[in-house]
């Protein structure tokens, strides 16, 4: 309004260098790169098209006011150096235009003298034939001398252009320079800061520790409380970020009372990771060596990262957590007992119900998990045998490299089939980082034949300068039963601090093929979701009567509630029960499992400078590997024979019969090849 306009004012940007974008029909978009954006909405198109083209016409007046002040400013900005380079290329071009310009006087005249001889050889008695000779070399002569006029005066052109803009084009240069240092040295301070109160943190933590009086098992509490702690404490979400990212020191493996149980805390790791070695042969584990407590200079990694892909930046273990992409993608199945119960129900709506909480619990081991997983290699599986204990067996493998994709395949005895092929894009866009799974996700009951399929949502880590490193899910999925056409829309709402909701919170609705509203869905994505059966009420609309089914109590079905992490998870990486047990060693799987890369290996006992000169051998391995391929490609291209390209082992790239998308999947003879032992067809990729 008017009246804010006189008494407020929100920010400027400057139009110089604002970018304007149209979002929609009413809504536009100011943004100057990334540290200020704002969202205006129009009364209607034409007014917003009447402030777009005003918008554009200030800025093309602000970007020639500018340059002419570029013009006329003061050259104190460039540097003597920059000056003296300068002038040097201009007394060279100069001294180019003179040579030029000499040759141009030689040509004149001997092209003078040229036509003076033929011009006496036209007054001699010559046949017919030679004068008309003669005539043409004259006229040639002259148009040569002509083009080599507008030659010199062309470089003389372009001489004075280049003396004239030389130095708008040096303090343009100057100032991308300065721009550049700034931002270095303001990314530098930044984690100079972080670093310092990351240590004055950490020394007022652990002093007290060593003090008369302090018990281990004392400690180890206030420890575990930290990991359920909720958002709302500013210090411990600022101050918490070095346990998420961390460096080593030295080689050794010593450390503070901090992080370790007083149980424990006389034990090595590498005998900590035998005696669990032990225990898995016996029950499955339920603990993991504990994370060092190293600290990390975050500005000796992100300095080499400006201006660069980061999905091709070699990145060290330190930022990574014991786990493949492979292993994470299974680790959607914590909560299969989801399909199972959707297996058995006989209203295609209330199993769509089931499914959508599976979907949405698929999410909940993120909530504190900020370290990411490691890369699989092109060819890395990940199996995962619970048929025994649980009723399914999956199977994960890495299927592509660039882009990276996994394809994914369960199934059960309980009457349920998943299968997946994932691929990962993530944008680094400053202060913050978006990861955007690709690719649909299918799961089909055998009993009545209901193909359900979704894509995920956006995943956001927000903080990833300075601050506490926390992660958010944003977006919506649609789930559709493809056979009878019910649908489900979940809609995962953003967080934002001004908002009264809860924090992470999901809502969605069960349609059936006409729109009717059958079920609402609540809850949040890391806590539990509710179900609420709509009951229609005569001579009342839909929303009416979706309200008051929204409000019923007595309609209330709690589909899904998250496990409670295990003891001391803030110091095992935050894992899920069934996280801890993923990398256990196990008897008989391929020598492509991801249990057996030895970086992860490394890095799980805790020995990080072994991991990141294991993980560079490994990658660079793969770089041979796919030059090999390439060099093979490029020769049977030349000798014309054809070449297949690289095809995964036990995953087919087809068409499929719903989606009629490629995707990879299951072939078959996994299993099989498992129960014989016969693994020659495993590449060897560790």
């Known amino acids: 309004s008017k009246a804010e306009m006189r008494h407020t004012c929100r920010g400027t940007i400057n139009l110089a260098t604002a970018n304007i974008t149209v979002e929609d029909s009413c809504n536009f978009i100011i943004s100057n790169g990334g540290a200020q954006t704002y969202h205006l909405k129009a009364s209607s198109e034409v007014e917003r098209q009447r402030w777009v083209t005003a918008l554009e016409l200030a800025k093309a007046k602000a970007v020639k006011m500018l340059a002419e002040s570029d013009e006329s400013g003061d050259e104190e900005s460039v540097s003597q150096t920059d000056k003296t380079e300068l002038q040097n290329t201009l007394r060279t071009l100069s001294s180019k235009v003179e040579d030029l310009s000499t040759c141009n006087d030689l040509i004149a005249k001997h092209g003078t003298a040229l036509q003076r001889s033929l011009s006496e050889l036209e007054s001699?008695?010559?046949?017919?034939?030679?004068?008309?000779?003669?005539?043409?070399?004259?006229?040639?002569?002259?148009?040569?001398?002509?083009?080599?006029?507008?030659?010199?005066?062309?470089?003389?052109?372009?001489?004075?252009?280049?003396?004239?803009?030389?130095?708008?084009?040096?303090?343009?240069?100057?100032?991308?320079?300065?721009?550049?240092?700034?931002?270095?040295?303001?990314?530098?301070?930044?984690?100079?800061?972080?670093?310092?109160?990351?240590?004055?943190?950490?020394?007022?933590?652990?002093?007290?520790?060593?003090?008369?009086?302090?018990?281990?098992?004392?400690?180890?509490?206030?420890?575990?409380?930290?990991?359920?702690?909720?958002?709302?404490?500013?210090?411990?979400?600022?101050?918490?970020?070095?346990?998420?990212?961390?460096?080593?020191?030295?080689?050794?493996?010593?450390r503070t009372g901090s992080n370790i149980s007083g149980a424990s805390s006389d034990i090595s790791l590498d005998e900590q990771y035998k005696h669990q070695l032990e225990e898995t042969k016996k029950e499955k584990r339920t603990r993991i060596p504990y994370k060092p407590n190293y600290s990390l200079n975050l500005w000796s990694i992100m300095k080499n990262c400006i201006g660069k892909e980061l999905s091709k930046i070699p990145m060290p273990v330190n930022f990574n957590e014991p786990l493949s992409m492979l292993q994470r993608l299974t680790e959607d199945l914590e909560y299969h007992e989801l399909l199972d119960r959707a297996a058995k129900c006989e209203n295609s709506l209330e199993q769509l119900c089931y499914v959508a909480a599976f979907t949405v619990s698929s999410y909940s081991t993120t909530v504190f998990r900020t370290s990411k997983p490691f890369n699989p290699l092109l060819g890395e599986t990940f199996e995962l045998d619970r048929l025994e204990e649980n009723g399914y067996r999956s199977l994960c493998?890495?299927?592509?490299?660039?882009?990276?994709?996994?394809?994914?395949?369960?199934?059960?005895?309980?009457?349920?089939?998943?299968?997946?092929?994932?691929?990962?894009?993530?944008?680094?866009?400053?202060?913050?980082?978006?990861?955007?799974?690709?690719?649909?996700?299918?799961?089909?009951?055998?009993?009545?034949?209901?193909?359900?399929?979704?894509?995920?949502?956006?995943?956001?880590?927000?903080?990833?300068?300075?601050?506490?490193?926390?992660?958010?899910?944003?977006?919506?999925?649609?789930?559709?039963?493809?056979?009878?056409?019910?649908?489900?829309?979940?809609?995962?709402?953003?967080?934002?601090?001004?908002s009264r909701d809860v924090a992470r919170k999901v809502t969605g609705e069960v349609t059936d093929p006409s729109g009717k509203v059958h079920f609402a869905l609540l809850g949040t994505w890391d806590e539990k979701m509710d179900c609420f059966k709509v009951q229609p009420a005569a001579g009342e609309n839909g929303g009416d009567a979706r309200q008051r089914g929204h409000e019923a109590e007595e309609s209330k079905v709690m589909l899904w509630k998250r496990n409670p992490l295990p003891k001391n998870a803030e110091n095992m990486y935050y894992f899920s029960e069934l996280a801890l047990t993923l990398n256990a060693w196990e008897a008989g799987t391929a020598p492509t499992d991801s249990r057996l890369r030895p970086d992860q290996r490394l890095m799980e006992n805790g020995r990080w400078d072994e991991a990141n000169a294991e993980k560079q051998r490994l990658e660079e391995k793969q770089r041979l590997s796919r030059k090999k391929r390439e060099a093979e490609a490029a020769k049977a291209t030349e000798d014309g024979v054809p070449h297949d390209p690289y095809k995964a082992l036990w995953f087919e790239r087809r068409k499929d019969p719903v989606t009629k998308e490629l995707t990879h999947i299951y072939r078959g003879e996994y299993w099989e090849c498992k129960e014989k032992q016969d693994w020659s067809a495993c590449p060897d990729i560790f």
């Not at 320079?177 to 004055?200: G, S």
């Not at 652990?206 to 500013?234: I, R, Y």
């Not at 880590?461 to 490193?469: A, P, Q, Y």
């Open 124 to 254: 001699l008695k010559l046949p017919a034939e030679s004068n008309e000779k003669i005539k043409q070399v004259n006229e040639r002569a002259t148009l040569f001398r002509i083009t080599s006029n507008a030659m010199i005066n062309a470089c003389r052109d372009f001489l004075v252009l280049a003396q004239t803009h030389s130095k708008k084009w040096q303090k343009s240069l100057q100032y991308e320079r300065d721009q550049r240092i700034r931002l270095e040295e303001t990314l530098e301070q930044l984690a100079k800061q972080h670093n310092h109160l990351e240590r004055a943190f950490r020394g007022a933590t652990v002093l007290p520790a060593s003090t008369p009086g302090s018990t281990g098992p004392g400690k180890d509490q206030g420890c575990a409380g930290k990991g359920d702690m909720s958002d709302e404490d500013d210090e411990n979400e600022f101050f918490d970020a070095p346990e998420i990212i961390t460096m080593p020191e030295s080689l050794g493996h010593k």
């Open 397 to 498: 493998e890495q299927v592509s490299h660039h882009p990276p994709a996994a394809a994914h395949h369960a199934e059960s005895k309980h009457g349920w089939t998943l299968r997946q092929e994932i691929k990962i894009t993530s944008k680094f866009r400053g202060k913050y980082l978006s990861i955007m799974p690709l690719g649909t996700i299918h799961c089909i009951f055998h009993a009545t034949g209901h193909h359900y399929t979704w894509k995920k949502v956006t995943t956001t880590v927000h903080n990833i300068i300075v601050g506490k490193l926390w992660i958010d899910q944003s977006g919506e999925i649609d789930i559709v039963n493809h056979k009878t056409g019910d649908k489900c829309n979940l809609k995962f709402v953003p967080y934002s601090y001004f």
